[in-house]
T-cell receptor, first 114, second 113 residues
């Protein structure tokens, strides 16, 4: 089947720290992979994506590389800011019962302290 | 949020009451989805639609009905609300087989007392 596992939170870091949020997946076929971010009181926003093995998605200083050999898509940022405090969701896109759907991880709450 | 709007933003219902949530898009996307988000449960798919006039059940469809009479609108109905349906509801759209990423609306916070 299709599933996504992300590191449990909450994660608390100081400003300018290095961030890694782990994400691994199981899938039949070759899914596209995504990271979404949800700021308090808002909907999910697409942060970055990768559509094939070894692709690197990047946006707003965040990066993630599609690693087929380790079935992983870890999110990284070199220097976090207070404004990065949010919930982060890893997701894969799969064809399920004839329709394209997203399968989400449980989300990781990130808090950045000044 | 990429041209996806949801109405209303907040609602409080009493057990047994009914209501309809509206999702509207201006992106001309084929696929539309309804999710619910509960603490510790992530997002769960309620119903979805792959085009005008079509609907299908997702992971947690019980207690909900949907309709997609027009391509740009996707309605989620609760016929007889229960406290277990207290949640935040999100609508999303995508290009389906053309483009896999989904774009989300701002959400509707529903409380059933």
């Amino acid at each position: 089947g299709n599933s996504v596992t992300q590191m449990e939170g909450p994660v608390t870091l100081s400003e300018e720290a290095f961030l890694t949020i782990n994400c691994t997946y199981t899938a039949t076929g070759y899914p596209s992979l995504f990271w979404y971010v949800q700021y308090p009181g808002e909907g999910l926003q697409l942060l970055l994506k990768a559509t094939k093995a070894d692709d690197k998605g990047s946006n707003k200083g965040f990066e993630a590389t599609y690693r087929k050999e380790t079935t992983s898509f870890h999110l990284e940022k070199g220097s976090v800011q207070v404004s990065d405090s949010a919930v982060y969701f890893c997701a894969l896109s799969a064809l399920i019962q004839g329709a394209q759907k997203l399968v989400f991880g449980q989300g990781t709450r990130l808090t950045i302290n000044p | 949020n990429a041209g996806v709007t949801q109405t209303p933003k907040f609602r409080v219902l009493k057990t047994g009451q009914s209501m309809t949530l509206l999702c509207a898009q201006d992106m001309n996307h084929e696929y539309m989805y309804w999710y619910r988000q509960d603490p510790g449960m992530g997002l769960r798919l309620i119903h979805y639609s792959v085009g005008e006039g079509t609907t299908a059940k997702g992971e947690v469809p019980d207690g909900y009905n949907v309709s997609r009479l027009k391509k740009q609108n996707f309605l989620l109905g609760l016929e007889s609300a229960a406290p277990s349906q207290t949640s935040v509801y999100f609508c999303a759209i995508s290009g389906g087989l053309v483009s896999y990423e989904q774009y989300f609306g701002p959400g509707t916070r529903l409380t059933v007392t």
